[in-house]
């Protein structure tokens, strides 16, 4: 049975950083595409960034490209989104989506994803 357990989510002032981790298992993590979306209250559920099964290409959403960093680390079954300069903006429930391909691509459509895990909340203060 797949899991993806999120953690690392909390409360962060306006310009802070927090790093989420998403761990696999029941799965053969290396041969799968990861991404992080988001959910704000009352808003649908929005991509933020995908790593492809090699880490040969990430996609990242224009709000933010070049604040966020996604990375894995297959020994460990685990992808990381590292967030930089917070903005209240980015408050939203986030989680973490794999799906088996051992394709280029870094998938960025929620439907592109079979797995999905429980998310953990990101708080941000202004």
């Known amino acids: 049975q797949v899991q993806l357990v999120e953690s690392g989510g909390g409360l962060v002032q306006a310009g802070g950083s927090l790093k989420l981790s998403c761990a696999a298992s029941?799965?053969?993590?290396?041969?799968?595409?990861v991404g992080w979306f988001r959910q704000a209250p009352g808003q649908e559920r929005e991509f933020v960034a995908a790593?492809?099964?090699?880490?040969?290409?990430?996609n990242y959403a224009d709000s933010v490209l070049g604040r966020f960093t996604i990375s894995r680390d297959d020994a460990k079954n685990t992808v990381y989104l590292q967030m930089n300069s917070l903005r209240p903006e980015d408050t939203a429930v986030y989680y973490c989506a794999a799906t088996p391909s051992r394709r280029a691509a870094a998938f960025t459509l929620r439907h592109e994803y079979t797995n999905w895990g429980q998310g953990t909340q990101v708080t941000v203060s202004s």
């Open positions: 029941g799965l053969t993590f290396r041969w799968y595409a």
């Open positions: 790593i492809n099964w090699k880490s040969e290409n990430t």
